[in-house]
């Protein structure tokens, strides 16, 4: 199995900077893909609602949601499978549960796709 693993969420005046990382570890040969995913406020963790943030492809292209572009900067750590996102001139729209997820290869033909347990990010205006 694998697990991700958030941190660094917290609370900030608007205008702040925050940078979360996201440690992946156990069984992996290979992550393919890596993405951030806002929870919106009131959503209660419906999987349904979250809304793709930023995120890492397998050929180490990044991809941004148009609201984000400018302000965050998404990036992995290979060698420690570790993925980022540094979070300027935030906002509080901003404000939501951040949710990494991964596309997984473990070798001998197994593959693991899941969510970690989410960091909370609060802008406070």
């Known amino acids: 199995q694998v697990q991700l693993v958030e941190s660094g969420g917290g609370l900030v005046q608007a205008g702040g900077s925050l940078r979360l990382a996201c440690a992946a570890s156990?069984?992996?040969?290979?992550?393919?893909?890596m993405d951030w995913y806002r929870q919106p406020p009131g959503t209660h963790r419906d999987i349904h609602q979250r809304e793709l943030v930023a995120g890492v492809a397998s050929d180490s292209s990044t991809h941004y949601a148009d609201s984000v572009k400018g302000r965050f900067t998404v990036s992995r750590d290979h060698a420690k499978n570790t993925m980022y996102l540094q979070m300027n001139s935030l906002k509080p729209e901003d404000t939501g549960l951040y949710y990494c997820n991964a596309d997984v290869d473990m070798g001998h033909g197994g593959t693991w796709y899941g969510w970690g347990q989410g960091t909370q990010v609060t802008v406070s205006s």
């Open positions: 156990g069984a992996i040969a290979t992550i393919n893909a």
